[in-house]
């Protein structure tokens, strides 16, 4: 009767407060979309350079896809700036968040470029780090070859915080997806965003991650995927939800300020890298290796924004279950973000009963760019270890300060793993946006490939045995004073075993801010 009661008082003073929230911001509605004129892939393209390009390639593989691997900040960048300043016909990009940055400006000069060439660009971006720029997306969608829509957006001319409890269900679930197509040719999927830590151009954060630069069938299925977010109710123009008035001369003004990127000194690097590097000279020339195999685009329905988070045939989860049933002798996955669940602990108790050994790579507590979500993953651990699921995390000091080209295992001053990477067997790998967390899971919408190539999964399985007990920490079990067991981190340092009894590389008080937050009921949000 009692929690009956003061259950009642909390729902009441909730809706109060939500009413009160509604009057401060005026019951503010999302514009009318649905005049949202569809556009979709540019399909007619077996003409371009891209498609010439690779055309031998592609003969010489029915049916198959290419991959290359983009494991280091530089090369990812290069990748796609070679592909934007060789497309001819269409640029399609989709991303979680774009920064205002170095990196985020030399992009948004590649694309004007090519928009001026006469080349289709639609950016797609969601809009959770948009707020108060809606000005610079405006600006640049005055380009006629230029369009700008916004996933899922929070209304203008009210308190986004406001928004986070009287639209909450709504807002709170975003579009993760991040990919980047060229003339329905070539695509890039992978976990990073748009923004400096994520291509070696912070000196403060460097983000491990991993792309996947792809040929092949599987560029259409991206493109497919790219068309029903551009086209679904919740993407709107940003001319449509923006308060700017049209200035016909400020696209005119922007241009050398974008301009202006290329001439930093910072940007030097990139500069040089796009007209000099290996990568780059491999790429105009056709001789990149390409590994080949079949692949198969995977992604959430846009609906699963507003549907109901049991609606689990919209899920990109579920098109991975095939590939769990599958596994016979190993799970090798890099999670930035790792939060099981009691179910996901289940999940990875019954592979090791079934002999299939689990290895999981993520975030200490220290290298995490998230602590709230490490409570998530914190109170798991010796659960998951007393099964046998060996479990890593990244140092901090994992990617050396100055370092050009940084690798998912080795490469600021900080390091943070970003990946989202899976191997079924060394054999069969999922690169994509999808962390194991159940905001991946339920929450926002997410991409990824599946492709088949025993030589990268050998590849990147020999890359994590050789470097696991130098650049990150192996979790183990040990008796406590008390009768219980404590979690111990042991790493190689200077050629001998260290052992570290509490959270390597953090204070006392972040790690008792952690163990707070780990008492509140907030895991299906993390």
């Not at 050994?357 to 007393?386: F, M, P, W």
């Not at 046998?388 to 080795?410: H, S, W």
Request: overall charge neutral.
């Amino acid at each position: 009767m009692r929690h009956g009661y003061f259950a009642g008082w909390t729902v009441r003073w909730l809706t109060a407060g939500t009413i009160l929230l509604c009057i401060a911001s005026g019951c503010a509605k999302l514009p009318d979309n649905s005049a949202l004129v569809p556009t979709t892939v540019i399909s007619a393209t077996e003409q371009t350079h891209l498609a010439t390009l690779f055309a031998d390639d592609k003969k010489q593989h029915p049916g198959q896809s290419g991959f290359y691997l983009l494991d280091n900040g530089l090369d990812a960048f290069v990748a796609r700036a070679v592909l934007v300043l060789a497309a001819e016909k269409s640029i399609d990009l989709q991303y979680y968040l774009y920064h205002p940055d170095l990196v985020g400006g030399l992009l948004a000069d590649l694309l004007l470029q090519a928009a001026d060439r006469g080349v289709r660009v639609r950016l797609l971006l969601d809009d959770m780090g948009l707020e108060g720029r809606d000005i610079n997306l405006f600006t640049i969608a005055q380009h006629p070859n230029i369009s700008v829509r916004i996933f899922n957006p929070f209304i203008r001319g009210s308190s986004r915080v406001s928004q986070f409890i009287t639209r909450f269900g709504s807002v709170t679930r975003r579009m993760h997806n991040k990919s980047l197509t060229i003339d329905n040719q070539a695509t890039i999927v992978g976990g990073r965003n748009i923004g400096n830590e994520y291509f070696a151009a912070d000196p403060e954060l460097a983000f491990g991650d991993m792309d996947v630069l792809a040929i092949g069938p599987v560029v259409n299925e991206i493109s497919s995927s790219f068309d029903s977010y551009w086209n679904n109710p919740l993407s709107y123009p940003v001319e449509l939800i923006s308060s700017q008035k049209p200035d016909p001369e400020a696209l005119e003004r922007a241009r050398p300020l974008l301009d202006a990127y290329t001439k930093r000194p910072e940007a030097q690097q990139y500069v040089q890298a796009l007209n000099n590097s290996q990568l780059a000279r491999e790429l105009k020339n056709d001789v990149l290796p390409f590994s080949w195999g079949k692949a198969v685009a995977v992604y959430d329905d846009p609906e699963k924004i507003t549907a109901a988070l049991d609606a689990k045939d919209l899920h990109l989860a579920t098109q991975l279950n095939p590939l769990v049933n599958e596994l016979s002798s190993e799970f090798l996955m890099l999670s930035a973000y790792f939060v099981p669940g009691k179910e996901g602990v289940d999940f990875f108790k019954k592979l090791q009963s079934q002999g299939v050994q689990v290895r999981i790579l993520t975030n200490s507590l220290a290298s995490t760019d998230v602590a709230v979500v490490h409570c998530g993953y914190a109170k798991y651990r010796k659960e998951l270890l007393r099964a046998g699921v060996e479990l890593y995390e990244v140092a901090i000091d994992a990617l050396p300060a100055g370092k050009k080209k940084q690798q998912v295992f080795d490469g600021a001053s900080r390091a943070s793993l970003h990946a989202k990477s899976y191997i079924f067997d060394r054999q069969i790998l999922f690169i994509g946006s999808f962390n194991f967390d159940p905001r991946s899971a339920d929450q926002n919408t997410e991409l990824g490939i599946v492709f088949d190539s025993p030589e990268l999964g050998r590849k990147i399985g020999k890359r994590f045995d050789e470097r696991k007990s130098t650049n990150v920490y192996q979790l183990r079990l040990v008796p406590d004073n008390y009768g219980g067991e404590d979690v111990e981190w042991v790493r190689k340092e200077g050629g001998r075993e260290v052992v570290r009894r509490v959270e390597p590389d953090t204070s006392f008080f972040k790690r008792l801010l952690v163990s707070v937050m780990a008492l509140l009921p907030i895991e299906s949000q993390l």
